[in-house]
């Protein structure tokens, strides 16, 4: 039976922020909202809203559903692999649904088997790793070092988060929501400022997001106030480059 969506919505709700188990059930409710194509923008806000979460986390949530969904079939044709783990479900019971979120990441980047995607979670659960300990491990694993990210690295890392947060921004109409995130972008990109030097590494990086947020500001299909909050972010980062 096909839910409608303030169904869905009424349900998400009931288990918002429960606990683990409530999150998994809304990560499926929300893949039933991301993969219905019919209205699918608008109904992923209201749902966001529902929960009092992001856009992006709805998105987050679906994604997470989804790659438990793919791997459950690889699970089920390999599972004497992994005798330590009953049933599919237990991983589901045992990891939080960011875990699987950050493994579609690491299988779209690094191109490794469901069969590989799935020792990593199973390692996760038993070793009680987070998903940032478990990401930060198959990176490593996959890069061929295990040496500490530098600070270009740290910095790239960070103003893509910003670059993130300003997506969600363009889908909350609420303008004190949208400075709070740009603020948060803007804090993102001075804490890796260092004391000035000829040409830092991260300048590139730098650049690259400043003359992205000019881009956009110039479109005429962005609203007047994210126009006016992407150039001032990209004034705050020409002034700590001081450009």
């Known amino acids: ?24 059930y809304n990560a499926y409710l929300a893949s039933l909202v991301v993969e219905n194509s019919e209205y699918r923008e608008r109904n992923v806000i209201k749902f966001a809203q529902g929960i009092k979460r992001t856009g992006r986390t709805v998105y987050n949530l679906a994604g997470a559903w989804k790659q438990y969904r793919e791997l459950r079939k690889d699970f089920a044709s390999n599972c004497e692999m992994w005798p330590q783990v009953k049933c599919w479900a237990e991983l589901r019971r045992g990891l939080p649904y960011t875990h699987f979120r950050a493994m579609g990441e690491l299988m779209r980047r690094f191109e490794f088997s469901p069969t590989e995607a799935i020792g990593y979670l199973v390692d996760a659960m038993e070793l009680d790793y987070s998903s940032d300990r478990m990401e930060d491990d198959v990176t490593a694993e996959h890069d061929g070092h295990n040496k500490p990210p530098d600070k270009a690295e740290v910095f790239e890392k960070r103003t893509n988060q910003a ?25 993102a990109v001075r804490a890796v400022i260092e004391p000035k030097q000829d040409e830092p ?33 990209a004034d705050a980062i020409g002034q700590a480059m001081e450009v």
């Open 1 to 24: 039976m096909r839910l409608d969506i303030d169904t869905i919505i009424s349900r998400a709700v009931e288990h918002r922020a429960k606990s683990d188990e409530s999150a998994w």
């Open 163 to 187: 670059v993130y947060a300003l997506e969600e921004a363009t889908m909350n109409t609420d303008d004190q929501a949208l400075v709070s995130v740009l603020a948060q972008a803007a804090a």
């Open 201 to 233: 590494a991260w300048y590139g990086s730098a650049r690259l997001v400043r003359q992205g947020a000019l881009s956009l500001a110039r479109l005429d299909s962005v609203p007047e106030n994210l126009s006016d909050a992407l150039l001032a972010l």
